[in-house]
Nanobody
Framework: QVHLVESGGGLVQAGDSLSLSCAASGGTFSPYFMAWFRQAPGKEREFVTATTTTGITYYADSVKGRFTIFRDNAKINLQMNSLKAEDTAVYYC?????????????????????WGQGTQVTVSS
């Protein structure tokens, strides 16, 4: 059974940087897409960024230019710079089952079969 474990959340001030990490444990799998989603209080979970096995990356417009996703096999990091109060959320790591088992657009939650437990990021203004 594959588990995704996030780490690195915390409380920072607006303008600061923070890095999140996600690693898989408990099994062997080869996800094609790995991604970060987030859920702010009272809001739906939303797509943040995703990356493929070949290093292609996608970003939500709200984080483009500030966030960077890095991947090393089944580990991903999220470098968050110039944080804003509106970045406050629980951040979730996600992974699909790999090709050809997974389908759907990279930004859709339904594409992803594996999810982490989430890590809180709070940005004070």
């Amino acid at each position: 059974q594959v588990h995704l474990v996030e780490s690195g959340g915390g409380l920072v001030q607006a303008g600061d940087s923070l890095s999140l990490s996600c690693a898989a444990s408990g099994g062997t799998f080869s996800p094609y897409f790995m991604a970060w989603f987030r859920q702010a209080p009272g809001k739906e979970r939303e797509f943040v960024t995703a990356t493929t096995t070949t290093g292609i990356t996608y970003y939500a417009d709200s984080v483009k230019g500030r966030f960077t996703i890095f991947r090393d096999n089944a580990k991903i990091n999220l470098q968050m710079n110039s944080l804003k109060a509106e970045d406050t959320a629980v951040y979730y790591c996600a992974a699909d089952q790999g090709l050809p088992y997974s389908s759907g657009i990279y930004s859709a939650q339904t594409r992803y079969n594996y999810w982490g437990q989430g890590t809180q990021v709070t940005v004070s203004s």
